[in-house]
C-alpha cells in the first residue's frame, strides 16, 4: 500500500517501512518535507509490525540541501526555524528507536549529507555525485548540532577537509569519507538498502532500541541543547 504526504510516499513490507523522497527536482528540504519525514519516522517507531526505516531519493538525488527559497530569503526566523527544523530531524533519525538505512541514489549536499549522518547504514550509488557539507564553499557557518553529528559520525581522517575546507566527495570517497557505509550499482541501490533493513528488522526490538539510548544519548542530549540555544537566541532581544 502507497500513501501520499506532499512529496513523500511510503511503502511497508516484510517489517520494512519505506520512505521515498521525491519533489521532482533537487529533493530539497521544506518545513513540509521535513514534517513529513518526521511522520513518517514516528509511524515505524509506534507500528509494532514495522521493525526498520528505508529513507530514499528520487534517481540521481538524495537530497541537495535546505529550500533555497528560505535560505536565501534574508528572514532570519524562516532560516533558523528551517535548519533547526532539519536538525530535530537529523538527530530524530540518529536516536531512532528503529534501524534507519539511508538508500543514497546521487546527490547529498549540505543538509542531504547531514541526513546521511543521522542514519545507522547508508547506502549509496557507485556513481560520479557530489556528497558533502558545502556550507563553508557557500559562506555558510555550520551550526553547532551539524559539527557534533559530523564529528560523531565522519572519519577522523577527513574531518578537517569535510568540514572546514568544505570538501565533497563520490560516491566511493563517501565511503571513505564517512557518510556512507558502502556502495553499489545505482540500479540497485534501492533493493539492497531494502534488503538490509529486513535483515535489520530481525534485531530485537528492545534491545536495538535500549543500545541506541546508551550508545548515543550523550550525542543526542548534546544536539538537543545546541538547537535549543539556536531557537533561543533569535528569540532573545540580544540575538
Known amino acids: 500500500m502507497s500513501v501520499t504526504q506532499e512529496i513523500i510516499t511510503t511503502e511497508s513490507g516484510a517489517g520494512v517501512l519505506v520512505v521515498h523522497l521525491d519533489d521532482g527536482k533537487a529533493n530539497a528540504l521544506s518545513t513540509a518535507t521535513i514534517a513529513a519525514v518526521q511522520a513518517a519516522v514516528a509511524q515505524a517507531e509506534a507500528d509494532p509490525a514495522i521493525a526498520a526505516l528505508v529513507l530514499h531519493g528520487r534517481p540521481g538525488r538524495f537530497c541537495a540541501g535546505f529550500d533555497l527559497g528560505v535560505m536565501r530569503s534574508g528572514d532570519a526566523a524562516a532560516i533558523v526555524g528551517l535548519v533547526s527544523d532539519g536538525g530535530d530531524l537529523v538527530r530524530r533519525l540518529y536516536g531512532c528507536g528503529v534501524p534507519v538505512v539511508a538508500a543514497c541514489t546521487g546527490h547529498a549536499l549540505a543538509a542531504g549529507a547531514l ?54 566527495y563520490d560516491g566511493k570517497g563517501a565511503v571513505d569519507a564517512g557518510y556512507l557505509d558502502v556502495v553499489v550499482p545505482e540500479a540497485e541501490v534501492l533493493a539492497a538498502a531494502v534488503a538490509r533493513a529486513a535483515e535489520l528488522a530481525a534485531l530485537d526490538a528492545r534491545a536495538y532500541a535500549g543500545t541506541v539510548r546508551a550508545l548515543r544519548s550523550a550525542v543526542l542530549d548534546h544536539m538537543g541543547v545546541q538547537l535549543a540555544e539556536d531557537r533561543r537566541a533569535l528569540n532573545s532581544p540580544l540575538g
Not at 121 to 137: H, Q, S, T, Y
Not at 140 to 154: C, D, H, K, N, Y
Open 115 to 168: 541526513l546521511l549522518l543521522g542514519c545507522d547504514l547508508r547506502i549509496g550509488a557507485d556513481m560520479d555525485c557530489k556528497i558533502g557539507l558545502n556550507e563553508v564553499a557557500i559562506g555558510m557557518v555550520l551550526p553547532g548540532w551539524a559539527i557534533t553529528i559530523a564529528q560523531e559520525r565522519l572519519s577522523r581522517r577527513h574531518l578537517q577537509q569535510a568540514v572546514p575546507l568544505a570538501q565533497v
